[in-house]
């Protein structure tokens, strides 16, 4: 059973900075894309970052230039770090993992808080 571990929200003030970590086990495959995801209160859940292939990244556009997404490879790791953080950023952030094997399956994280005090 693959397992998604979160770690590194908290409580930081605007414009600080805050570093998530994910790591994936359980399975003797490697996902093909890890992400995160983030739900704010009374909003739907949206896409904050993703990576693929261990190279290819794709962010939302309001995070652009301020989060990076990165993965190691040869943990099963994925670490968005977001810097010049403001009180939008406020969420339940949730960590996901894409297998293509040994068949396609999506696996969510229990996600970690990330509070953004103004």
């Known amino acids: 059973q693959v397992q998604l571990v979160e770690s590194g929200g908290g409580l930081v003030q605007a414009g600080g900075s805050l570093r998530l970590s994910c790591a994936a086990s359980g399975s003797i495959f490697s996902p093909n894309a890890m992400g995160w995801y983030r739900q704010a209160p009374r909003k739907q859940r949206e896409l904050v970052a993703t990576?693929?292939?261990?190279?290819?990244?794709n962010y939302a556009d309001s995070v652009k230039g301020r989060f990076t997404i990165s993965r190691d490879n040869m943990k099963d790791t994925v670490t968005l770090q977001m810097n010049s953080l403001n009180p939008e950023d406020t969420a339940v952030y949730y960590c996901t993992a894409h297998f293509t094997r040994p068949r396609l399956m999506d696996y969510w994280g229990q996600g970690t808080q990330v509070t953004v005090s103004s």
């Open positions: 990576i693929i292939s261990g190279s290819i990244t």
